[in-house]
C-alpha cells in the first residue's frame, strides 16, 4: 500500500515546533507567568480538541457538499470500494460539492470516520481511469491520517495568529510585574503567523507529493494521475474559487490549489508545484516524454 515516508516522525516534529512557538509566543504576550504558558496551553488543546473531532465536518460544510448515492454517482462509488477492499481499509463516505471548480478531498480524523468528497466539476473534467488516480490519492491522504495532521497543524497556526494579535492588545505585558517585552511583542503579532504558516506549508506539500506516489502505488497508474494533475491546473485557472474565508482553511485539503494565482500569493502555498508532482509521477512510471 505504499510507503509511510515517516508520517509519525514528521507529525512529532511538527507539533514539537508547533508547541515550542506556542510556548514562546505566550511569554512574550504574558512573560515569565506559569498562568500565561498555561492560557498558550489550554488555547492549543481546546482548538486541537475541537479540530480532531470535527475535521471530518468542517471541510464538507465550507463546500456545502451532500452524501450521494451509489446510484448517483455508480463509478466514484465503484472506484472507491475497490481501492479500499485493495487497501483493507472501510469505505469512506462519499459526497459531491455543487460547484464547477474542479477538486477533490478527503476529510476525517482516521480511516473509520473518513469522507471523500468530489466537486461536480472534477466530475465532468476528468476520464473515469483519471479520477481513479485522485481517488487513489485521497484515500492515502485517509489511511496515512494526513486528514488529522493537517487539521491540527491549521489549528495550531490559528492559536498562534491568535496570540500575536493579543500581542498587539495587551502590549507584550509589564516587565515589572514579570511580563513580557513589548518590542517582541509587535514581532510575534507579524512573525508568529508567518513562522506558523511555513511550518504547515513544508508539512503539506511534503503530504502531497507523498499521497500522489502512495495513491499511485495503489492504483498502480501513476500516469493516470499525472493526467489528472495536468487537466486540474488548467481546470483551477479557469474555475476558481473565491478566497473566502471558510475555503482558505479547507484548501489544504484539496488535490489542486483551488484558487487564481493572485490569490494563492496572497496566501501560504499549501500545494508544491504541478510541474514538479507530475514529473516525479512520470519518473515512477518510466515515462521519458
Known amino acids: 500500500?505504499?510507503?509511510?515516508?515517516?508520517?509519525?516522525?514528521?507529525?512529532?516534529?511538527?507539533f514539537g515546533?508547533?508547541?515550542a512557538l506556542v510556548l514562546g509566543a505566550s511569554w512574550l504576550v504574558f512573560g515569565r507567568s506559569i498562568g500565561g504558558l498555561l492560557i498558550g496551553l489550554v488555547l492549543a488543546l481546546l482548538v486541537n480538541g475541537i479540530s480532531y473531532w470535527k475535521s471530518d465536518t468542517l471541510a464538507i460544510k465550507a463546500m456545502r457538499a451532500r452524501p450521494v448515492t451509489e446510484a448517483e454517482q455508480p463509478a466514484m462509488h465503484r472506484i472507491v470500494r475497490e481501492l479500499s477492499v485493495a487497501a483493507g481499509k472501510p469505505v469512506p463516505r462519499l459526497y459531491v460539492s455543487p460547484t464547477r471548480?474542479?477538486?477533490?478531498?478527503?476529510?476525517?480524523?482516521n480511516p473509520e470516520n473518513a469522507a471523500v468528497c468530489c466537486t461536480e466539476g472534477i466530475l465532468e473534467l476528468l476520464d473515469e481511469r483519471e479520477l481513479r488516480g485522485v481517488l487513489g490519492h485521497e484515500l492515502m491522504h485517509v489511511y496515512n491520517r494526513d486528514i488529522l495532521t493537517s487539521s491540527l497543524a491549521a489549528a495550531m497556526a490559528s492559536v498562534i495568529t491568535f496570540l500575536g494579535y493579543a500581542a498587539l492588545l495587551f502590549g507584550g505585558g509589564n516587565r515589572e510585574n514579570g511580563g513580557g517585552n513589548p518590542v517582541a511583542g509587535m514581532l510575534l503579532l507579524f512573525l508568529g503567523p508567518l513562522a506558523a504558516g511555513l511550518i504547515q506549508m513544508g508539512i503539506s506539500r511534503t503530504r502531497e507529493y507523498d499521497a500522489d506516489e502512495d495513491g499511485a502505488r495503489l492504483t498502480g497508474d501513476p500516469l493516470a494521475l499525472a493526467s489528472a494533475l495536468r487537466k486540474l491546473e488548467r481546470g483551477t485557472r479557469a474555475a476558481p474559487l473565491p478566497p473566502e474565508r471558510d475555503l482558505?482553511?479547507?484548501s489544504h485539503m484539496m488535490i489542486a490549489n483551488p484558487f487564481r494565482a493572485k490569490d494563492a500569493r496572497s496566501l501560504f502555498s499549501t500545494h508544491p508545484p504541478m510541474d514538479q508532482r507530475v514529473a516525479r509521477l512520470e519518473a515512477m512510471a518510466g515515462y521519458r516524454g
Open 1 to 14: 500500500m505504499g510507503h509511510q515516508h515517516f508520517n509519525g516522525v514528521k507529525t512529532a516534529v511538527l
Open 101 to 109: 471548480a474542479p477538486n477533490a478531498f478527503a476529510t476525517g480524523r
Open 248 to 250: 482558505v482553511n479547507s
Open 17 to 19: 515546533a508547533f508547541g
